[in-house]
Nanobody, 119 residues
Framework: QVQLVESGGGLVQAGESLRLSCAAS???????????WGWYCQGPGNQRELVATITRDSDTTYTDSVKGRFTISRDNAKNTVYLQMNSLKPEDTAVYYC??????????WGQGTQVTVSS
């Protein structure tokens, strides 16, 4: 089992920045078994969609709408993944969720953190 806790959301104005954090806890074997970390978002009335991912090898992917503005990173010592969000836009407003996938294909989600960007 892996537990994920997100933090760092809030209300900002367009053009400003936020850094989201997702801390993982659980058994050491579960933590070491994480193969991919990801951030997803779900805006009002929308389906949850992928924002960015990072693998154990630090390979990253981003959805087109955030390329050049968002950066995903990982601190292995803290079992934490971050999403640095710069140049925020009102359309980035959503609940942001952390997700991990383990080597044996178990998937765990965090509870989400609200990001609101005002124009």
């Amino acid at each position: 089992q892996v537990q994920l806790v997100e933090s760092g959301g809030g209300l900002v104005q367009a053009g400003e920045s936020l850094r989201l954090s997702c801390a993982a806890s659980g058994s050491i074997f579960s933590i070491l078994g994480i193969s991919t970390w990801g951030w997803y978002c779900q805006g009002p009335g929308n389906q949850r969609e992928l924002v960015a991912t990072i693998t154990r090898d630090s390979d990253t992917t981003y959805t087109d709408s955030v390329k050049g503005r968002f950066t995903i990173s990982r601190d292995n010592a803290k079992n934490t993944v971050y999403l640095q969000m710069n140049s925020l836009k009102p359309e980035d407003t959503a609940v942001y969720y952390c997700r991990v996938r383990t080597r044996n294909d178990n998937v765990y989600w965090g509870q989400g953190t609200q990001v609101t960007v005002s124009s």
